[in-house]
């Protein structure tokens, strides 16, 4: 069975903290892509890798990072974790190009305390 | 402006009936795609059903069709026979271009409930 795996379901962190969102997808994808979900504004994304170091921005990267040394791995940095970064962080990978859609992983819910 | 829009921010629906939740876009690109995912309350994201710009039926997937109206430029989703599992989060999603690293917009979801 075909995966995308979060390392976390749930994290709790204190502001200030770097976190790491780890995400591992089995499918041998090309793109991976990060993904924050909050109540009334979907999904938005944060930033997407279309190679292994490559590295491109979304629609909201300030205050995260993030690293793609292996193709199977992409991995959401949050340099120095805030309150307002409480949310659930969806990670995806897909085929680079054609119909395919995305696969999901569970999510991780973080919580900045 | 908004990519995709789906304006029921939440709808109920009686177990058997049809439901249909809206979703409008707004692409310049002849070249795109339309996705629909179901969040259930565990979390997980599970694609439904797909339309490309260029297909000339609408889609269907078992109790879900695609009404795609192009000029219109909405591609609402009809759940037919409504079952309590169908309780859960939709998203619309849309993919512009072939070649833009799959990269997709979502909507801000509808939340359907589906009544015993």
């Known amino acids: 069975d075909v995966k995308v795996t979060q390392s976390s379901r749930y994290l709790v962190k204190r502001t200030g903290e770097k976190v790491f969102l780890e995400c591992v997808q089995d499918m041998d994808h090309e793109n991976m892509f990060w993904y924050r979900q909050d109540p009334g504004l979907g999904l938005r994304l944060i930033y997407f890798?279309?190679?292994?170091?490559?590295?491109e921005k979304g629609d909201i990267p300030e205050g995260y990072s993030v690293s793609r040394e292996k193709k199977e791995r992409f991995s959401l940095i949050l340099e120095s974790a805030s309150t307002n970064q409480t949310s659930m962080y969806l990670c995806a990978s897909s085929f680079q190009r054609g119909r395919g859609g995305y696969t999901f992983g569970s999510g991780t819910r973080l919580t900045v305390v | 402006a908004q990519k995709i829009t789906q304006t029921q921010p939440g709808m109920f629906v009686q177990e058997k009936e049809a439901v249909t939740l809206d979703c409008t876009y707004d692409t310049s690109d002849p070249s795109y795609g339309l996705f629909w995912y179901k969040q259930p309350s565990s979390g997980e994201m599970i694609f439904l059903i797909y339309?490309?710009?260029?297909?000339?039926q609408n889609a269907t997937e078992g109790r879900y069709s695609l009404n795609f109206q192009k000029a219109r430029k909405s591609a609402n989703l009809v759940i037919s026979a409504s079952q309590l599992g169908d309780s859960a989060m939709y998203f619309c999603a849309m993919r512009e271009g072939p070649d833009n690293f799959n990269k997709f917009y979502f909507g801000s979801g509808t939340k359907l409930n589906v009544k015993p």
């Open positions: 339309q490309g710009s260029y297909d000339q």
């Open positions: 890798s279309y190679d292994v170091k490559m590295k």
